[in-house]
């Protein structure tokens, strides 16, 4: 138990380094994406603005998660604990925009 | 979990690394439980942030004009830079934690000093665009101004000249704007500063050797913490500085 | 299987084993640097246990204030900040952190087989954000206090006072913490150190109870404390977030406020829900009814309570489509609290019954916590609400709850769990005696209290209609007794330190790997992890242990 060989991970569960060439491949994905989303700021489309705009933050936000942080090799536990604050930031931000959406729909 | 017998003889005859407490069973074990650890931790910190996230939405949906005209007054040039230096730290902090796991001692040193250097970048550049907001009196509760709103032909640094005037009540609430902006970017450069400054620290351990025997679990919870904190940045970055940037 | 449930070591040859946590090493620092779960737990017990006096003589003096219906003890603005101490110090510094920060400290490791928490610093350090949360608390009494209620309200608590809001929220601040690190604590420790063959489902339903209420302390805690930061930059620098004057909103706060109050009445109650099902299960002999669907509902309870916090404020200003949803809601997230009590009665009936003391308090929670429950269906419904809230009714109810339900159910673990902790019984008939006075004394203090609310006596008032005095007085009379209930077991708790009977390994003859070492445990707990190999509540399985250890001393 104590004298694994070097190349393999240090924990038994996930054997998965992640290798150099995957992080380059995702910086450079990040990088892409923040010079989208800087020029698509600059493009009228209404309301789909704040889509794109939200929408590209996600998906590089996804990246970090899944390869950074190691999320997508990582035990069903971590990637149930993430849904789990996604989940719960959702219902904060969801439910409490029930109360301000529905304010100005009038008297019933 | 790991079969009975052995669990016990080792615990009998004490066959564990140095770096193993005592309550725990196998190496394994406590890696594991302090992974899941940080990640729990990271969770009260998207809610911490998530109050925050709430009360954006709300404003900017009521004050909208008044946040687009908040947004031009951040510059787009230190705003992407800032993006691009953090998204840049993150992947030296990822291949920090991947000379730590292939028991690079050197290459792991460099990763944490050029990911402490970015760090210190962003907030060099922060510091920068606190200083302009400052003297422009864009900071709500100290002789907020609403002068580069009501009249924005007089605001000569203003990037976006051709924002028309605004009525006074909603110049007024670009202070909103401001507060969120001050606060969301604070509260995540405070969480930076405590992220350099355990750096400064991982930077003296890793020199002596501490991460590369195996034991690489501080390199690997810290770098979470570091990439959580890109993340929130990640998404303040279109929040607050690309607010309809339309060209004229 | 015998009927009578204690069963003590012979008293003339009994002694405390001579190597145990307590007595393994002596002096302060090897307390105040402890890594050891059970005696962090200790030092929250001593430490929850002043603050709740603090906060009951806060609770006694707005008792005797509304004796009359004129604000003649103390001037209103003084009565303000006595209520809101009393909210305080309760809500935060001794409900939240109460079971889980002195039992569940205490059993979680034992029940699951492991030799501590999972990160045992951190726990020691949440009881020192603790203490500096109360010391904050202490100086904000001292210093004049703080009136806006435990509930902050803005823009009141923002604009309108000059009294200690921010060392009051700070406190609260760094209460949050100390509660957020012993939940993540307990949900790793849950996870990722369970003993060989302790699957979740063979776990004692008091670490599903906590596992729950962890959740929700690890999720709702972060938001009250940005509630608190926005308040206190509103108050320090003006900002504007919640004034409306300036487009600020003051529900925001309220939202985000009750999204962690809410869950927070759940942190309070599920461990106390824990404790009545270990009770429950060893003073009827049998395991508790429904094993899976008690385990789901505390999981269910945590879920839904995300849900429904809305319902505190509905006469605040929210849309009224918004108030149909979280009503509705709320009357869903009463059915896994229902279920419990449910299981819990079928699990006494055929049971075989005895009366001792954690049984009582638990008999008083069943009772109490079911009537205190059903009043929160009245409130949940909205068109009643506008009616009961902010008046006694709501105050009624939340007593049920948390006094007749959560406090019962943690004098119920105290007790319970007295002899494993200390190694000495408490006194039976002493005790008994003192929880049947604290169930007098909480019915003649809160149940009038519900008709002063119907009769439409406003909360946090010390001047009232003279009408409502001989009601009022009725409950001070209550309270005095209460009181009586309350103290009686700080004696003989204390008393028995010293002169209680020794308890031995296993006095209630009660399943559970708590059960099956010595009383006080060793600093590791076990000499060696434990193989689970039996379902909880397995009388059975104990009653072979039982004859194996009669055999083999025989």
Redesign the interface.
Known sequence: MNDHPEHQAHHEEEHHIVSPKVYLAIVAALLVGTGLTVIAAQIEMGVLNPIVALGIAVIKATLVVLFFMHVKYSTKLTKLTVGAGLFTFLALIGMTLADYISRAWGRW | MSDSPAIAQAAEHHEHPPYQRHHFETVAQQFDAANFAMWLFLLTEIMFFGGLFMAYLLYRNWYFHAFVAGSHQLSLLWGTLNTTVLITSSFTMAMGVWCAEMRKKGGLVLCLVLTFVLGLVFLGIKTIEYTEKIEKHHVPGFHYSVKSFVDPASDKEATEAHDKPLAPDMAQKTEVYFFLYFAMTGMHALHMIIGICILGYMIFRAQAGAYTTGHVTFVENFGLYWHFVDIIWIFLFPLLYLIARFPA | MSSTVVALPDQSTARIPKVNYLSKENGLLSWLLTGDHKRIAILYLISITFFFFIGGAMAGLIRLELLTPQSDLMATDTYNKVFTMHGVIMVFLFLVPSVPATIGNFLI?LMVG???????K?NLLSWYLYVFAGIMVLYTMISGGVDTGWTFTTPLSTHYLNTHVLSTGIAIFIAGFSS?FTG??F???I????A??MTWFRLPLFVWSHYAAS?LM??????L???IV?VA?ER??????FDPT????P??FQ??FW?YSHPAVYIMILPGMGVISEVVSTFSRKRVFGYTAVAFSSVAIAVFG??V??HHMFIMG?????TL??SLLTMLVAVPSAIKIFNWSFTLYRGSLTFETPMLYAFGFMGLFTIGGLTGVFLGSTGTDIHFTETYFIVAHFHFVMVGGMLMAFLAGVHFWWPKMTGRMYPEKISQLAAVVTFIGFNFTFFPQFILGMLGMPRRYAAYPPEFQILNVFSTAGASILGVGYLLPILYLTWSLKYGEIAGNNPWQATGLEWQIQSPPLT?NFP??P?MDHEAYDYEWLERQQQREAQSVG
């Open positions: 490791p492991a030799k501590d928490l999972a990160l045992p951190v957020i993540l604590n949900i790793v420790t996870h990722k150190m369970r060989p063959g959740i690890v999720l709702g805690t972060p938001v404390a940005i509630a926005l930059l320090v620098f003006g900002i504007g977030v300036r487009g600020g909103d529900l925001l939202h985000l999204f995300f849900f916090w809305e929210v849309s009224n489509y918004s949803v979280f590791e060696e992890i193989i």
